[in-house]
């Protein structure tokens, strides 16, 4: 008998046209952010000059008034209708595609990962991030139509390997929005809270766990590592596995929670998912109901591997 039994025909319909308005809605927003802000004309000493301004208050002249800047200025302005448009017509068809997720059941996700995976996205920090240990396991079924056995999904924690080497271009992200990684979680749970005792965990009030591991220090890591200059954020704490995970291929899935909300979940490919989880089973330290569990989901996703999964069957 398999581990896993699949979805039915209309939910499987319905994960593919919620992912496609789904694309299309990140596709929208992200051409939208480029044209944040706005064009004024202001006159500055007799002249009139055209004047770019962002969404944190700065201004930048684009030169004074001439054609050029009155085509620069039609063009901006236009774009940004049009994008508005847009944009409000996609989020109008994606929520009705989030209560189409809900009524036919499509998502069985916890709410909070989908809102800490889109709150990172939001932010753009996501690609720093993979998600690693048992809420994989939703990629790998969502990409298959299937729905795993609850046996082996049963988790409080959700586990984010942060990738060291892009830490330069992630705390200078950091820096810029004079923000923590706390204060980004707290945008999807405002419970959050970093454990004293353990600091590379954040809690919600419901008891649901976001723990940060990286790479065990190299290649000039440093270490320990705080993921901002806030005394109170979050340390990712090193993990034996850590540079196996980074250096495996990386997919990303669409995976749909239980209210039907959808968020891109970036993870390692399924061969290397199972090969880590059969060599975390190995280790005598690790503790025995773990063990059970590392080589349960391990056959797990190598059975689908075999059966849904042919691109990776060769691996």
Same mark, same amino acid.
């Given at each position: 008998?398999?581990?896993?039994?699949?979805?039915?025909?209309?939910?499987?319909?319905?994960?593919?046209?919620?992912?496609?308005?789904?694309?299309?809605?990140?596709?929208?927003?992200?051409?939208?952010?480029?044209?944040?802000?706005?064009?004024?004309?202001?006159?500055?000493?007799?002249?009139?000059?055209?004047?770019?301004?962002?969404?944190?208050?700065?201004?930048?002249?684009?030169?004074?008034?001439?054609?050029?800047?009155?085509?620069?200025?039609?063009?901006?302005? *236009?774009?940004?209708?049009?994008?508005?448009?847009?944009?409000?017509?996609? *989020?109008?068809?994606?929520?009705?595609?989030?209560?189409?997720?809900?009524?036919?059941?499509?998502?069985?996700?916890?709410?909070?990962?989908?809102?800490?995976?889109?709150?990172?996205?939001?932010?753009?920090?996501?690609?720093?991030?993979?998600?690693?240990?048992?809420?994989?396991?939703?990629?790998? *079924?969502?990409?298959?139509?299937?729905?795993?056995?609850?046996?082996?999904?049963?988790?409080?924690?959700?586990?984010?390997?942060?990738?060291?080497?892009?830490?330069?271009?992630?705390?200078?992200?950091?820096?810029?929005?004079?923000?923590?990684?706390?204060?980004?979680?707290?945008?999807?749970?405002?419970?959050?809270?970093?454990?004293?005792?353990?600091?590379?965990?954040?809690?919600?009030?419901?008891?649901?766990?976001?723990?940060?591991?990286?790479?065990?220090?190299?290649?000039?890591?440093?270490?320990?590592?705080?993921?901002?200059?806030?005394?109170?954020?979050?340390?990712?704490?090193?993990?034996?596995?850590?540079?196996?995970?980074?250096?495996?291929?990386?997919?990303?899935?669409?995976?749909?929670?239980?209210?039907?909300?959808?968020?891109?979940?970036?993870?390692?490919?399924?061969?290397?998912?199972?090969?880590?989880?059969?060599?975390?089973?190995?280790?005598?330290?690790?503790?025995?109901?773990?063990?059970?569990?590392?080589?349960?989901?391990?056959?797990?996703?190598?059975?689908?591997?075999?059966?849904?999964?042919?691109?990776?069957?060769?691996?």
């Amino acid at each position: 008998m398999p581990g896993f039994i699949e979805n039915n025909d209309s939910q499987k319909r319905q994960y593919i046209d919620a992912e496609s308005v789904f694309d299309e809605l990140r596709r929208v927003r992200k051409e939208a952010t480029q044209t944040r802000g706005g064009m004024i004309w202001r006159e500055i000493k007799g002249r009139t000059y055209l004047i770019r301004t962002s969404p944190k208050g700065t201004h930048k002249s684009l030169g004074p008034k001439s054609d050029e800047t009155q085509r620069i200025y039609a063009s901006f302005t *236009e774009r940004k209708a049009q994008i508005a448009q847009r944009l409000a017509a996609i *989020e109008a068809t994606f929520d009705e595609q989030r209560r189409l997720n809900r009524a036919l059941r499509v998502g069985r996700v916890p709410t909070v990962v989908i809102d800490v995976l889109n709150a990172l996205d939001a932010a753009g920090l996501a690609e720093h991030f993979m998600v690693v240990g048992t809420h994989s396991l939703y990629a790998y *079924e969502s990409a298959c139509g299937v729905r795993f056995t609850p046996s082996a999904m049963a988790t409080r924690d959700i586990d984010l390997l942060f990738d060291t080497r892009k830490r330069l271009a992630f705390f200078s992200r950091m820096r810029e929005s004079d923000a923590s990684f706390v204060g980004l979680l707290k945008k999807a749970d405002k419970t959050f809270e970093r454990l004293e005792d353990r600091k590379e965990t954040v809690r919600n009030a419901t008891g649901f766990e976001v723990d940060v591991i990286r790479r065990t220090a190299k290649d000039g890591d440093p270490h320990p590592m705080r993921l901002s200059d806030d005394e109170d954020d979050v340390w990712a704490v090193q993990a034996s596995t850590g540079d196996s995970i980074l250096n495996a291929p990386r997919v990303s899935q669409m995976v749909v929670a239980t209210n039907g909300a959808m968020a891109i979940m970036h993870t390692m490919a399924p061969p290397d998912f199972a090969r880590i989880k059969r060599k975390l089973a190995e280790y005598p330290t690790r503790d025995p109901l773990k063990r059970s569990k590392d080589r349960l989901q391990a056959e797990l996703v190598e059975e689908l591997i075999a059966t849904h999964m042919p691109q990776y069957a060769a691996n």
